[in-house]
């Protein structure tokens, strides 16, 4: 069978799109549809039954038998319930299938057995899904069939948004007002629409399921609870961008054929710096689409993996030593007729709609770096941030030396009069011409980098949504841009008060703007002295939603109420403290019921064999003497820490639940699971292979 795949042909072929649209809808409903796509509103029960029938038949071809509202509740993971499309039973016993406008508008879910931060309670079980017009039904083929799936909102009775989804949508609406506001200012009266794009680059690790299953941690957790590092890591940097292995390449072409199918534009594929794992990017679609698409990648490398007898791990921090997996968010602003306003030009220094922009984005962040740090939060994340291979826990911009040189020139001379350029790279080969350098470099250290024409957020976790964090980036810019707006609007003279706004913004928020390498400790000193914050947790991380000012942006600009920041804080801290009760519980019952058995019968063994020895009158006793007192040594504080862990597990179940219990976790357990921890994964180095019970770091990363 040819391994040939035409792409352009399969591309989309499983998404209700808007050519199928076109081919397939009447006109008027057609125009009707992208209106409301287009402006907002509401579609009318007859139009959206002519667009649910065709949409059916269009599924029902593709194989489906099921719909399902796909939503994105405060899980972490999508939701769905299926429906057939089947009604009942004729009379002659057949069955007629259906869908009808109503069916595909509005659905129905249970909203208690969802977390909404105390927003309903047990009884209250009514919820809403919404039909997202923006982003396009697909069909998913998979083991369960071909199941339609709807992209929806979620909310409770009350009107409360219990998702991702709705909050992003209405940021969406934010940063659109206020951004054409901004451009109309310079004249622009032809642009109708600023929508942020966003390319979210996808990291993941790849293991065998086999051994996948013999480990409860991951099981469990999806990360190691144990594990003593292998004699070699990623040191040799020979992983990264390394040739595929063959049963990675694989699942890769595989993996693609499905995203191409669900119009998902995977792009680029790589291996990571760590070994095992790996990277896949795909090109910039809006910010709704793009959410969705994340979670459509996550959920096809996980389904994939499965195929190839592997595990996709998608934890923050699987593996204690090497390098975590984490979401690089490239974010921009663009019009509806092809203008970036986050590109510099050739003169930066002249564009002077740029360079407000460029201000008002360095208000922004500097101005709620707690809450773009909250974005990010997550209790996988704290291993990962700051770990000398992500984006420090510190928020900081990175410009680049031309912009960082265009900054400097307000802030010092009160203008800019020039811009650096980025000249010629000689390779010094006359085989090989120059290459044409940019006037900037990059920099992987920075939690939000510009890199050209956009910026990049590199904090986000690899299993979490990245609606979170483009909610927060599109409500900041929206406020930074309203006030800039309300300032010029106001101007007798605008190019007067266009200059010293831009000044003002860079002088009063140069301290966020940081160049170097965000992993030394010179610059948490620097930080410090600085007055940026360094909110090294998850736990203190989730206060940022309720702080007063951040609660009035959100309500000023529609994204959240006050009431659905609480509840989503709550959620938080709730989400902290199982995760660490799961993983506690887990290092209770690995270490009680298979380590330390094991290294017991192990030890026997080693006593036995030192009798032996004794008798047969060897010289070897006191080496395997000492071995066995070492290990000796290390069990006993083992189960030292292990009773310690119990007893602190027994305890937090009288605090209450929130930040208490959350602060309990992260203050206590979490020390005491590291004290247990440590002599476990000493004593894996000690004991013989054979009788440790579960594949080690190297069997697990290397041999895939």
């Not at 069939?145 to 219990?162: Q, R, V, W």
Request: proline share 4%; hydrophobic share 40%.
């Amino acid at each position: 069978m040819s391994d040939y795949v035409n792409v352009a042909k399969i591309f989309g072929e499983n998404v209700f799109n808007d050519t199928v649209m076109q081919e397939r809808l009447p006109k008027k409903v057609y125009a009707k549809l992208k209106t409301v796509i287009r402006e907002g509103g509401e579609l009318d029960l007859e139009t959206a039954d002519v667009i649910a029938h065709e949409m059916k038949e269009w599924a029902i071809e593709k194989g489906a038998t099921h719909f399902t509202h796909w939503f994105q509740p405060l899980t972490g993971f999508t939701a769905e319930k299926h429906d057939s499309f089947i009604t009942a039973p004729k009379e002659n016993g057949k069955v007629l299938m259906s869908f009808s406008g109503k069916e595909l508008i509005k659905g129905e879910s249970d909203a208690s057995s969802f977390p909404s931060g105390g927003l309903r309670a047990t009884f209250e079980a009514r919820g809403y899904t919404a039909w997202d017009f923006t982003s396009p039904a697909f069909v998913r083929q998979d083991a369960a069939g071909a199941t339609l799936c709807i992209p929806t909102a979620f909310c409770s009775y009350t009107g409360e948004a219990l998702d991702q989804k709705t909050p992003l949508l209405r940021s969406m609406e934010a940063i659109n007002k206020q951004a054409l506001r901004l451009i109309r200012l310079f004249g622009n009266t032809t642009s109708k629409k600023v929508v942020p794009s966003v390319g979210a680059e996808q990291e993941y690790f790849l293991i065998d399921a086999e051994k996948f299953r013999k480990r409860k941690d991951l099981v469990y957790t999806s990360r190691t609870l144990f594990g003593a590092s292998p004699a070699k890591g990623q040191e040799m940097d020979d992983h990264y961008f390394g040739v595929l292995r063959q049963r990675i390449g694989a699942f890769m072409k595989d993996a693609n054929i499905e995203l191409w199918k669900l119009g998902v534009s995977a792009k680029t594929q790589h291996n990571e710096a760590a070994p095992a794992q790996h990277e896949l990017a795909p090109i910039y679609a809006e910010a709704n689409v793009a959410a969705d698409h994340n979670q459509i990648i996550m959920q096809t490398l996980k389904m994939v993996a499965g195929r190839h007898g592997m595990k996709c791990i998608l934890h923050e921090k699987p593996f204690a030593g090497v390098n975590g997996s984490g979401k690089h968010n490239n974010w921009s602003l663009n019009t509806d007729d092809g203008i970036n306003l986050l590109d510099p030009g050739k003169r930066p220094h002249e564009n002077n709609q740029f360079l407000l922009v460029l201000s008002c984005m360095l208000k922004a962040v500097d101005l709620h770096a707690g809450l773009l740090r909250e974005s990010a939060s997550d209790p996988g994340n704290d291993h990962r941030l700051g770990g000398n291979e992500a984006p420090p826990a510190i928020i900081s911009v990175f410009l680049g030396e031309q912009l960082d040189d265009v900054v400097e020139q307000f802030v010092s001379k009160g203008n800019a009069t020039h811009s650096l350029k980025g000249g010629k790279l000689e390779m010094g080969v006359s085989t090989i011409a120059g290459v044409n350098k940019d006037a900037t470099d990059r920099n992987r250290t920075s939690p939000f980098a510009f890199t050209g024409n956009k910026f990049e957020f590199r904090m986000v976790g690899s299993r979490d949504s990245i609606a979170e964090s483009i909610v927060v980036l599109n409500t900041i810019a929206a406020e930074a841009f309203d006030e800039a707006c309300n300032e010029l609007e106001q101007a007798e003279n605008f190019d007067e008060a266009l200059h010293e706004l831009i000044k003002k913004n860079f002088s009063e928020h140069r301290r966020v703007v940081f160049n170097g390498n965000g992993y030394s400790d010179d610059w948490v000193e620097e930080a410090a002295r600085r007055g940026l914050p360094n909110i090294s947790c998850m736990v203190d991380a989730v206060q940022e939603l309720t702080r007063d000012c951040n609660v009035a942006m959100f309500e000023k600009y529609g994204v959240f109420s006050k009431t659905e920041l609480a509840s989503r804080q709550e959620v938080k801290y709730e989400n902290y403290s199982k995760t660490l009760n799961i993983e506690a519980r887990a290092m209770i019952n690995i270490a009680a019921k298979q380590i330390i058995p094991a290294v017991i019968s192990y030890t026997k063994t080693l006593a036995d064999s030192i009798i032996a020895v004794r008798t047969a009158g060897l010289d070897l006793v006191s080496v395997q003497t000492e071995l066995l007192e070492e290990i000796s040594s290390e069990l006993i504080k083992a189960q030292k820490a292990l009773k310690e862990l119990s007893r602190l597990e027994d305890k937090v179940l009288e605090l209450p639940e929130g930040e208490e219990r959350a602060r309990f976790y992260h203050d206590q357990v979490a020390p005491a699971m590291k004290a247990l921890r440590d002599p476990i994964d000493r004593m894996e180095t000690m004991v013989d292979k054979k009788f440790w019970p579960m594949p080690s770091y190297g069997d697990l990363m290397f041999e895939v």
